[in-house]
């Protein structure tokens, strides 16, 4: 209970602490995309990196990785459908947003101590697949939307796909699993001390992105995303409790999973298809204490 109240209060107290550096001008707003590239390119690699310590690839677990694509698939579709009246730019904002889940970089940091290793390690595995899409695929999808022309092409998608620096890592991560290639605990141990830095610099970038003020068009959008988002969660949670082939500890791992915050690379993928700053930033400074305090209080009821 204390371990969990500490953490949640730490993850809040960096995002006000993002928030005064911006309002004292000691950081500036568009600081948020200096601090974007280094989690993109350097620390979310190391932290996908070093997940793989002590990955192995088990039939058990497809389920696991299939749930992360699945769950994606759904968000981003719903987010498309609910948009399909209005711009490019804001079907492509809400195909981004309304899915993907920060798992290494929030929910796994949040789990350590409070779970025990083989338990987490369904939220490791339903990062597999969550990471296979938001770490690529979803950008794909999105920015698709924004090509006007009106023929589809195959070599623009896997363009945008490989681009992902953070999806190239798990690509190869994955590779060098599958054919058993084991790589030295020291260099797991660096990665794991640049990982480490990526929480710090994602509860900044959310402090950066806070705005107080807020227009009446950009407040129905935040609200429509959340009401997307929750609903689907709402019901994939009852599903998942009732039916997912796991013991009860495992249900509840992967049910606290699905509440996590959006992924800190989205806001970043945001930025880069030139989407609506103020509502993606709105969204993404709300979703992370809204998951500290569903996770906190449903981790607080099932101990």
Known sequence: MNEIFTKSITYLLLIICGYCLKKTKVLHSKDFHVLSTISINLTLPCVLISMFETFYISFDWIYCILL???INVILIFAGLFFTRYRSRNTQ???????????????????????????SIFYASMFDVGNA?????????????????????????????????????????????????????????????????ANIVLVMIMLGLMVELKIGKDDIKDVILHFFIRYSILIFCAILIYYFFPASLIGKQILI??????????????????????????????????????????LMTLWQ
């Open 92 to 118: 492509a904002l809400f195909m981004l947003n309304t899915s993907s889940f920060n798992i290494g970089g929030f929910v796994l940091p949040f789990f350590n101590g409070i779970y025990p290793p083989s």
């Open 68 to 70: 992360g694509l699945v």
């Open 132 to 196: 296979i899409m938001c770490t690529g695929l979803t950008y794909a999808c999105a920015a698709s939307r924004l090509d006007t022309s009106s023929k589809f092409q195959f070599k623009d998608f896997f363009k945008r796909i490989f681009s992902s620096i953070p999806f190239v890592t798990y690509l190869v991560m994955i590779t060098l699993t599958l054919v058993n290639i084991k790589l030295p605990s020291e260099l797991f141990q660096v990665t794991s001390i640049i990982g480490n």
């Open 256 to 297: 606290l999973s699905i509440f996590a915050p959006i992924s800190s690379i989205m806001p970043a993928f945001s930025a880069k298809l030139k989407c609506k700053t103020s509502v993606y930033a709105a969204i993404n400074s709300l979703s992370m204490p809204i998951s500290i305090i569903l996770l906190s209080t």
